[in-house]
């Protein structure tokens, strides 16, 4: 491209020394010094110049300006190649993607965009609290027996760890209790797909109580900082405990119903004693979390107390499922021939 526009400054010299009747004289000395004499024109002076000089300065000034030129127009290709690309990176936030899986847009009651990702509003309800918490199921069987005394064997290494930390003590029972309804529901949809029989409900029922119990644990995890040993001691009870209950359900369902409603029995008598020292003072009873107002639907100004309250309603209703369901055993049926309780919280 350089000898392209060195070929054009020549013509350009050129031209301009032949028009305008400007005449060129190469006299003598001068032609061999290769100084170019202009004669006058208009009464304008004399103009001397070497004409290598002249060629040069001018290819120099335009190779200047094409390259001022070619930078230029490189930033101003860079700034909109930036541009675009910033705008790609928003349209992925913003724009549905290519499988059209986003999310659509979800308000609340008052026209508010909806928070939470984990839970969808028509999922959110508002607790039974008319439930009756002092049932029990009196152990008449041996299964039952059996049942009975492995919970309180159990809650005896819990009250000697976590004695009235009744947060800490929640949290633990949480990643506990939200096992048996997963469990359960796995080997009923396997069972299921095997012999070609619907469940009678109960693989929704019982996920239902899993997903509960789960979210019983993310408000309690806004509540309570576990330390590293108790995050330690969650892994292993739960590795422990998933495994356990999975080979029970398998040997016998209504033994592992009947293990979960002792467990649920349980967890009622723990939550009333948590709602004892929030009400004595011994534990603050700190606003709502967020999280539990709107599964909950609880009043803006909701406090840890109330809280408690529609999470220990939650584990009365998981107890009457749990011995319901190991009673329908017991009959010697099975639990696709019984109703199941949807969306019995």
């Known amino acids: 491209m350089n000898h392209l526009l060195a070929r054009s400054v020549l013509k350009r010299v050129i031209a301009a020394g032949n ?4 005449p060129l004289s190469s006299s003598g000395a001068a032609a061999s010094a290769g100084v170019v004499t202009v004669a006058p024109f208009d009464g304008d002076s004399v103009v001397k110049g070497h004409g290598s000089s002249m060629v040069l300065i001018a290819w120099m000034r335009m190779m200047s300006t094409a390259a001022e030129s070619s930078s230029a127009s490189a930033e101003v290709e860079k700034k909109s190649s930036g541009a675009a690309s910033e705008k790609a990176e928003k349209d992925d936030v913003i724009v549905s993607s290519y499988w059209g899986v986003s999310r659509p847009k979800i308000t609340k009651e008052d026209g508010t965009e909806w928070p939470w990702n984990c839970f969808m509003p028509w999922e959110a309800y508002r607790s039974d609290l008319s439930i009756d918490l002092s049932k029990h199921h009196v152990p008449k069987t041996f299964i039952d027996k059996v049942a ?7 809650r005896v290494p819990t009250d000697v760890f976590f004695q009235r930390r009744y947060g800490c003590r929640a949290m633990m029972l949480e990643t506990v209790a939200a096992v048996p309804g997963m469990v359960g529901g796995m080997l009923l949809h396997l069972r299921s797909l095997r012999k070609f029989q619907q ?9 239902e109580e899993a997903e509960n119990e789960r979210m019983h644990l993310m408000t309690m995890a806004e509540l309570v900082q576990p330390k590293w040993y108790e995050r330690l ?17 398998l040997m016998s369902p209504k033994l592992a119903h009947r293990v979960v409603g002792y467990l649920e029995e349980e967890a009622v008598h723990s939550y009333t004693e948590y709602l004892k020292d929030i009400e004595s003072g011994a534990i603050e009873n700190v606003p709502a979390p967020a999280i539990a107002i709107d599964y ?50």
């Open 19 to 22: 028009c305008g009747g400007i």
């Open 148 to 154: 009975y005394r492995t919970v309180k064997l159990l």
């Open 199 to 207: 469940s009678g409900g109960w693989i929704k029922a019982l996920l």
């Open 233 to 249: 001691l969650v892994l292993t009870v739960q590795g422990v405990f998933f495994n356990a209950f999975f080979v029970l359900y």
């Open 296 to 345: 909950w639907r609880l009043p803006k100004d909701a406090t840890l107390k109330d809280v408690i309250i529609v999470i220990r309603a939650d584990e009365a209703h998981h107890r009457d499922v749990n011995h319901f369901a190991s009673d329908v055993h017991f009959q010697g049926k099975e639990l696709r021939e019984a109703a199941a309780p949807v969306g019995y919280h």
